[in-house]
């Protein structure tokens, strides 16, 4: 699975740079950053809607397309997956509540 979600990382990297005429990625990046978390929020609204109506293909494609924006905003602010995956892993193991009341204020 990493290989997978690294060479997606890997490939939205190469493309923002591209023209952005002949790349989706490109065309949002030149929007900046707002738009890409507007896309980001969009994207969940519509995971959390395909859920609700009970639509297993849709909410897979539509968890595919919230990932693939999350991945264009993590580029943008410049953290790599790994960075969320260590961070996954560290909350391996920790009770949700556990971990939300670790955190500072």
């Known amino acids: 699975?990493?290989?997978?979600?690294?060479?997606?990382?890997?490939?939205?990297?190469?493309?923002?740079?591209?023209?952005?005429?002949?790349?989706y990625v490109a065309k949002l990046t030149s929007r900046g950053r707002a738009k890409i978390a507007q896309k980001v929020g969009e994207e969940a609204v519509e995971t959390v809607i395909a859920a609700l109506s009970g639509?297993?293909?849709?909410?897979?494609?539509?968890?595919?397309d919230l990932l693939f924006h999350l991945f264009v905003l993590l580029a943008d602010?410049?953290?790599?997956?790994?960075?969320?995956?260590?961070?996954?892993?560290?909350?391996e193991g920790l009770s949700g509540l556990a971990e939300k009341a670790a955190r500072p204020d």
């Not at 602010?77 to 909350?91: A, H």
């Open 1 to 23: 699975m990493r290989a997978t979600l690294h060479q997606l990382e890997q490939t939205i990297a190469r493309r923002r740079s591209a023209d952005p005429s002949q790349s």
């Open 55 to 64: 639509d297993t293909a849709d909410t897979i494609g539509e968890s595919a």
């Open 77 to 91: 602010c410049g953290i790599p997956l790994d960075s969320v995956l260590d961070e996954l892993e560290r909350r």
